[in-house]
Every structure is written in C-alpha cells, then in structure tokens.
C-alpha cells in the first residue's frame, strides 16, 4: 500500500518569513495530493490540492509543487501570519471519485508562527 | 449549517469497558469515515462507509465496529477499550470536489483515554 512519509514534524518560523512543509509517496499510481490544516480544537480543511498532471499550484499565500519523478510534494507558505500557526497534513491517492481511494496521510507537521 | 458533529469530545474509560462514538453530517454526503490520530502518525483510517447500508475496513479497524445508522450518522464503537486504543477520533464526511476526487470535511475530534 501507499506510504507517505512528512517532514519536518515541528516548524518554527518568524511571522512574515516563508514555511515549507515536504512530503514522499510512495505509490507511483498516486496521482492526488491534497493538503489539509489542522486548528486547534478543530477538524482538518482541505487548504489545497494538486493532481499529477501539474507540477505547481498556487492560491494566494499557498503553494504546492510536485515532482512525479521523485515522488515528493510540498506545501509553500510565503508571508506567513500567527494564524497560520496549526497543524498540516499532507496525503496521497489513486484520486477518483471512488470512497474506496482512500487518503494516506502523512505524520502532520506543527507549524509555530512567532509574532 | 453545522458540517460534521461527533460526540463526546473527551471520554476516559477502564479497560475493558464499552462506548460509541457518534457523528453526524448534515451536507447530505454519501460517504463517511472514522480516522484514528496518534502523534506522530497522522490520520490513519479505522472503517468507511461509501454509501448508506455498506461499510468496509480501513487500515487499523481491529477492536472497533461501526454502524451507518442512516445518510447522516455514522457511530464507532469500542466493544473492549484497550490502552492502545486511547487516541484522538476524527469523524469525516465526503463529497467530491472540483478536482473530482473525495474531499474530507472532519468534525472537531474526540479525545478518548483509556487507563
């Protein structure tokens, strides 16, 4: 089965500094990567995703680029603002609209925004 | 519109006593999941229902059972809780997104130990 591993698990950074968050799959038919954030207290959002026939997608402050060859995403925060302090996760799947695609999530990652 | 609720938010038990975890959903989704969070771990899924009357196993379904009550409801339950099983419980509900492929919308988690 898939297999993603996360790092780093705990990130610190200053507020209005960037945050990059990576990820490895291990399953090449993986062809979905979406990224969710984890609030305090809160269930995970969806924030972003890509499929593997894109190599960047951006949305405002978010990026995500993947590298099919490598098997490796990753999660870019630019700017970052205390509120963007939370936990992310990353995850892999086969992708189609089909339950039994399950998401393999990675270990998550804190991130800490210093004010 | 309340998204995904799931009840108790925290439990503490004994070994070897029983509870049920409930969730509902009020999106109107045909699927619904149960993940298990272990720091460290990430999400890792425990049953899924795909659609009202059928659910299958995840990737860690031992010592729990599940019951899709109807479209909205989804319930866990511990029939032996054993200390391994003290983790944080997130409920998911799923639609599917833009991207086609299954996007979760998680309740806030339920912190359950077991001594």
């Known amino acids: 089965g898939e297999n993603v591993e996360q790092h780093p698990s705990t990130l610190s950074v200053q507020e209005g500094d960037s945050a990059v968050i990576k990820c490895t799959y291990s399953?090449?038919?993986?062809?979905?990567f979406p990224w969710y954030k984890q609030e305090l207290g809160k269930g995970s959002q969806l924030i972003i995703d890509i499929r593997s026939n894109v190599g960047e997608k951006k949305d405002q402050r978010i990026a995500v680029t993947l590298n099919k060859t490598a098997k490796h995403f990753s999660l870019h925060i630019t700017e970052t603002q205390p509120e963007d302090s939370a936990v992310y996760f990353c995850?892999?799947?086969?992708?189609?609209?089909?339950?039994?695609?399950?998401?393999?999530f990675g270990g998550g990652t804190r991130l800490m925004v210093k004010p | 519109n309340a998204g995904v609720t799931q009840t108790p938010k925290f439990q503490v038990l004994k070994t070897g006593q029983s509870m049920t975890l409930q969730c509902a959903q009020d999106m109107n989704h045909n699927s619904m999941y149960w993940y298990r969070q272990d720091p460290g771990m990430g999400l890792r899924l425990i049953y899924y229902?795909?659609?009202?009357?059928?659910?299958d196993k995840g990737e860690v379904p031992n010592g729990y059972n599940v019951s899709r009550l109807n479209k909205r409801e989804f319930s866990l339950r511990l029939e032996s809780a054993a200390p391994s099983q003290t983790s944080v419980y997130f409920c998911?509900?799923?639609?599917?997104?833009?991207?086609?492929?299954?996007?979760?919308?998680f309740g806030a988690g339920s912190r359950l130990t077991v001594l």
């Open positions: 998911a509900s799923s639609t599917t997104g833009g991207s086609g492929a299954n996007v979760l919308t």
């Open positions: 399953d090449s038919a993986s062809n979905y």
């Open positions: 995850a892999a799947s086969k992708g189609n609209n089909n339950a039994g695609n399950m998401l393999t």
């Open positions: 229902s795909a659609s009202e009357g059928t659910t």
